[in-house]
């Protein structure tokens, strides 16, 4: 078994349950990943004809998929909703939509792709504590999840709002990821009848829905700045099958309202847990908590012990984001593995 400096791997971002089976050969299996703030309860997939998976997409697969993107999510007036093979694409491409020596301003720490893809590009890439005086002329762009990803932060929609309308006013671009904006619905600026210019929203089906491995999200992006997202993903953005998947979750009110009040009762649960093993809860979504532990015990290394896969941070050593069981089962193997910290605590002070 690998010791605790192997799981090093394991802090750069989640879902790595092929790396942690490798470096944990002797852990308990099947291993369970709650390392990606992906919902256990996945939507049912809808029966699919077969001739979908015989054909490419067609244009009205393609109409029902936005149509219903725009029932779930709303769509501000002036504003088109174009769909895309998962958000992470989407966040790769923004940059190509802007001059390429952009400089961006990120609110920080979030999801690591923001970074990577405008850095990738050229852009000189600033962090950010918060919101920049909408005034400050040393940045073009600034990008933020809301709700944040991993500390669940959010930015209260009426401030965020009030932002975007001087920030645009100066020509600038702000960038918000709602991929955890299922959960948080009143945070989200595409249920506003209207949006100032120069905003970007990315919404993601594969953290509410489950369907991760769906690879489907939308991009809410000005009705003249759509034909040059089109264009870049070419006449099939979406896979047929997808389309028919997507459009039926995206429009099924009634799993929507049921799911949100389980992953809102699914979440205090795991407050619970967490504390009651001496791992505080420090934030968070209905998806995911962020945690911070004891001293002395590195929770990764533990966890992955015991064949459980949580999200570690290189920079922060004593937290982690733990996502959040779906099976009893799943819940009592989590349950035993935190048991075990206090004595691990113990064992580390002799």
Not at 219 to 227: F, I, L, M, R, Y
Request: charged letters at 20%; glycine letters at 10%; aromatic letters at 6%.
């Amino acid at each position: 078994m690998t010791e605790a400096g192997g799981s090093e791997l394991l802090r750069q971002h989640g879902g790595r349950i092929d790396a942690a089976a490798r470096l944990y050969p002797q852990a308990p299996t099947p291993w369970l990943d709650l390392s990606t703030g992906i919902s256990p309860h996945a939507y049912p997939l809808p029966p699919i004809p077969p001739e979908v998976w015989q054909r490419l997409p067609l244009g009205r697969d393609l109409a029902a998929l936005e149509a219903a993107a725009r029932s779930a999510y709303g769509c501000p007036a002036g504003m088109v909703l174009v769909p895309v093979p998962g958000s992470e694409i989407a966040i790769r491409m923004m940059p190509w939509l802007v001059p390429a020596r952009s400089r961006v301003g990120l609110l920080g720490p979030t999801y690591p792709s923001h970074a990577a893809a405008w850095e990738g590009s050229g852009a000189v890439v600033r962090p950010l504590s918060g919101l920049p005086p909408p005034d400050a002329d040393d940045l073009d762009v600034v990008v933020l999840a809301n709700p944040n990803n991993p500390d669940g932060r959010v930015v209260a929609r009426a401030d965020l709002l009030a932002f975007a309308e001087r920030w645009g006013a100066a020509g600038r671009r702000l960038v918000v990821d709602e991929a955890f904006a299922d959960v948080a619905p009143e945070v989200s600026l595409l249920a506003l009848p209207a949006l100032p210019p120069g905003l970007v929203v990315l919404r993601s089906l594969g953290k509410f829905f489950g369907l991760a491995g769906l690879r489907v999200g939308v991009v809410a992006v000005a009705a003249a700045d759509a034909p040059a997202w089109r264009q870049r993903l070419g006449d099939w953005p979406v896979a047929g099958p997808a389309c028919v998947i997507a459009t039926a979750a995206l429009t099924d009110a009634g799993w929507i309202a049921a799911m949100r009040a389980r992953l809102a009762a699914d979440r205090r649960r795991l407050d619970a847990l967490l504390a009651a093993g001496g791992i505080a809860p420090c934030g968070g979504t209905d998806l995911f908590v962020l945690a911070e532990g004891p001293a002395g015990i590195d929770l990764v290394d533990h966890f992955a012990r015991a064949g459980i896969l949580v999200r570690g941070f290189a920079g922060a050593p004593d937290r982690i984001r733990v996502g959040l069981p779906g099976a009893e089962a799943e819940w009592s193997r989590l349950a035993a593995a935190i048991d075990l910290i206090p004595r691990r605590c113990a064992a580390a002070a002799r």
